[in-house]
């Protein structure tokens, strides 16, 4: 099992629109072997930000790399230069794991 995680932080009172924003957005994930989950975890909230995980799951790094390289990678990113901005702290943090256990 491999898992790739993206976090974010939102500005405070954004929240909402960051969820909607990721709930209204075709991934085409389901399109991709070797895709098994998907998430949107929230994390903390303080004065500066509340973060937020995107959490996928993966059959192996193999199927993940090929996603990053698909059609459907490419079509699930195709408006990400478009969309709404105004609610993220900087960048996200793309962190990735092989599972040991």
């Given at each position: 099992m491999y898992l790739a995680m993206n976090?974010?932080?939102?500005?405070?009172?954004?929240?909402?629109?960051f969820v909607a924003h990721w709930r209204n957005r075709n991934s085409y994930l389901n399109e991709v072997p070797g895709f098994v989950s998907f998430n949107l975890l929230r994390g903390e909230?303080?004065?500066?930000?509340?973060?937020?995980?995107?959490?996928s799951v993966w059959e192996s790094e193999a199927a993940f790399s090929d996603w990053t390289h698909s059609d459907a990678f490419r079509k699930a990113h195709a408006a990400a230069g478009h969309s709404p901005r105004d609610f993220y702290l900087g960048p996200p943090?793309?962190?990735?794991?092989?599972s040991v256990l």
């Open positions: 976090r974010f932080r939102i500005a405070p009172g954004k929240e909402d629109d909230t303080d004065d500066t930000c509340t973060l937020y995980a995107s959490h943090q793309l962190e990735l794991f092989e």
